[in-house]
């Protein structure tokens, strides 16, 4: 288990989280893939998250309501529980095409908490008085089924959902600024790495999904948890519920020491 303090902090300001068991690897494995992403990080953080500010067992909507920024931080922390500091990454040059192996570090992607502020910001953009409040999951589920289809109008399905009564049509020029002050009010949302090729010097920018790239990697651990199972309820003669209840690395730890009693080096 860890404490978390988030980010944004409204309006909940810190979390208690506790790393994905077995039973949670394989509905990611089973029905995780089927899922849109926002939906699949609610529905993960759900499972995961022990208490979120004085709510202890948490709902599900408080977690579809979290910001966005908060949501992705409680899954870097999600992703340090369960699999360690070093997030490895693989991408490939838009200049030449070239792999590029990248190790990233989990206290390097997570934004510094700030003091809470109000769940409600007004800002005058091109001579509009605008009130807001910040993405959320709930609006990233909400626009996801239009972003397959629409980009643009699932983005503006999120912008004016985050914008109080009444919704008058904002000129481009405003709706342009006023994702930008979102985005300096809850930087953790939306993470870019900024980039050099060290085979040809390019310089480029990318964008981090912490809640993809943590499904991918839980997702690929997934496809040997079935076999673990096998060998710890064949030697330890436990059942495949207390075998699944337990967390990623207890059971692997369980799978070294059978590894080591058994004189194989490597019983998984």
Not at 72 to 89: F, I, K
Not at 117 to 144: I, K, S
Not at 230 to 239: C, E, I, V
């Amino acid at each position: 288990m860890v404490a978390v303090t988030l980010p944004v902090g409204v309006p909940h300001p810190d979390a208690e989280l506790r790393p994905p068991t077995g039973e949670d690897e394989a509905w990611l494995l089973e029905t995780g893939g089927s899922l849109l992403p926002a939906r699949r990080t609610t529905l993960l953080l759900h499972r995961c998250l022990l208490r979120l500010g004085p709510l202890a067992p948490v709902p599900l909507e408080a977690v579809r309501s979290l910001p966005v920024g908060d949501r992705e931080a409680l899954l870097l922390h999600l992703r340090r529980l369960t699999l360690g500091e070093v997030v490895s990454c693989v991408l490939r040059c838009p200049g030449c095409g070239e792999r590029m192996d990248l190790d990233l570090q989990v206290r390097d992607l997570l934004v510094a908490p700030t003091i809470p502020g109000p769940e409600r910001h007004e800002a005058v953009l091109d001579g509009h008085r605008v009130c807001f409040r910040l993405p959320n999951g709930g609006d990233q589920e909400e626009a996801a089924e239009l972003a397959r289809i629409d980009p643009d109008a699932a983005a503006d399905l999120l912008l004016h959902r985050c914008v109080g009564e009444p919704q008058e049509d904002l000129p481009s020029s405003a709706a342009e600024r006023l994702s930008g002050l979102m985005a300096e009010l809850d930087p953790q949302a939306e993470l870019t790495l900024e980039l050099i090729c060290p085979a040809c010097g390019h310089a480029f920018s990318t964008i981090f999904d912490a809640g993809s790239h943590l499904f991918q990697e839980l997702r690929h651990q997934g496809l040997r948890l079935y076999r673990e199972v096998h060998l710890l309820a064949f030697h330890y003669h436990w059942s495949e519920r207390e075998i699944l209840e337990m967390p990623a690395r207890k059971r692997r730890l369980y799978l070294d020491l059978l590894a080591d009693a058994l004189g194989e080096g490597g019983a998984r």
